[in-house]
């Protein structure tokens, strides 16, 4: 089994279910405790693109930051959203002669949308990878993501959201780009040239590097981090049908840099012979408070997710893939994923492994949420 971590972020939920089942499993029905997910708000429409592409600024500038992301990792070119891989929106495998508000589809996006958008089936996002190899910093990773929270002809070059992942293979440095639609707004933003993040001076009539991407502090408290805890680069259902497009670095060096970024940490968990960490790592934020239990089919699916969604093998999204039998899924991976909720809540067990990913801090526990058990 395999639980890697996309640029797109799962934001905090399931419920106390997760250590439920796993007291059960472990024998000790009644004494597992009612744990409550953390709300992380990730990459959610909280403010707009140059609302907080002005703000305040704690440690660095966006010229500050993007300058030292070029100069450490590598630059980040132009692009044109509408020039991205679409990602799939499909019902019963197909796609829908028509797209509405509030639909549900068979891979909706992780990461929840606020109540006033179309939901998290609208169609028409894009990923984009836009890597190279720099002769003297070696491989490059860049993803772009371009998403929409409203639905807009599929050749629109309005989004309502851009994210830049910027990864070195050689050093591990990443390095995070991003901004929003404005609060109270459906009309997003055009994103048909999107400028690079230390672009000093745009083209005539093109926006500035400095309107379109959010301030570093701004983009730190969205804490990406907390979801991408893993390595810089997340799975789910949803980017997964176009994994092809997006850079993977599964058990590289990885840390984030400039100073708004500094409480940005994970550890990798592990035990032995378990066979959920045998393509990449598992982080211990967002991946032990609720993606291992989401990809486990212990928690309900997100919303937006219709009957295929919620049924085996589509409820159980790793190993990727996943072609296998709910009884020999059961048989292989069950005891892993114990063993990983387990080292989630009490790290200092001794069946677990527990290795800094981003920095050389000492662990400390992170709760895992209650999984609703899929159905069959």
Request: contains cysteine; positive net charge.
């Amino acid at each position: 089994m395999t639980i890697q971590i996309i640029a797109s972020g799962v934001a905090g939920r399931g419920t106390a279910a997760a250590l439920t089942w796993l007291a059960r499993a472990n024998g000790w029905r009644g004494q597992a405790r009612a744990w409550r997910a953390l709300g992380m708000g990730l990459l959610l429409g909280l403010a707009g693109v140059v609302g907080m592409a002005g703000a305040a600024h704690a440690g660095q500038t966006l010229q500050q930051y993007a300058d030292m992301c070029a100069r450490e990792i590598g630059q980040i070119p132009a692009f044109n959203c509408n020039s991205g891989t679409v990602i799939p929106i499909t019902v019963n495998g197909k796609e829908p002669e028509k797209y509405t508000k509030g639909m549900s589809c068979d891979r909706p996006s992780l990461l929840k949308y606020e109540a006033h958008t179309d939901g998290q089936c609208t169609p028409y996002s894009r990923i984009s990878d836009l890597s190279y190899v720099d002769p003297v910093k070696g491989a490059v990773q860049i993803t772009a993501f371009c998403r929409r929270e409203w639905i807009r002809p599929s050749d629109s070059t309005y989004y309502d959201e851009v994210d830049i992942v910027l990864h070195s293979v050689k050093t591990g440095a990443t390095c995070w780009f991003h901004s929003e639609y404005k609060p109270g707004t459906t009309t997003g933003f055009d994103a048909s040239r999107v400028p690079p993040p230390n672009e000093k001076q745009p083209p005539p009539g093109k926006v500035s590097a400095n309107q379109f991407w959010w301030q570093p502090a701004a983009t730190a408290k969205k804490d990406c981090g907390g979801c991408h805890d893993a390595d810089p680069f997340m799975f789910s259902p949803w980017i997964g049908q176009k994994w092809n497009k997006v850079p993977t670095d599964p058990f590289g060096k990885y840390h984030h840099l400039g100073p708004d970024f500094a409480k940005w940490r994970s550890s990798s968990i592990s035990t032995r012979d378990n066979t959920c960490v045998g393509c990449h790592r598992i982080g211990n934020r967002e991946s032990c408070k609720s993606v291992i239990a989401w990809a486990a089919g212990l928690c309900s699916a997100p919303p937006g997710s219709n009957e295929l969604a919620r049924h085996y093998p589509l409820s159980h999204w790793m190993p990727v893939d996943n072609n296998q039998s709910p009884a020999f899924w059961q048989n292989v991976h069950q005891k892993s994923v114990k063993e990983l909720l387990t080292c989630c809540n009490d790290p200092n067990n001794p069946i677990c492994t527990i290795t800094p990913i981003t920095h050389k801090a000492p662990i400390t526990s992170v709760t895992p949420v209650t999984p609703v058990a899929a159905k069959k």
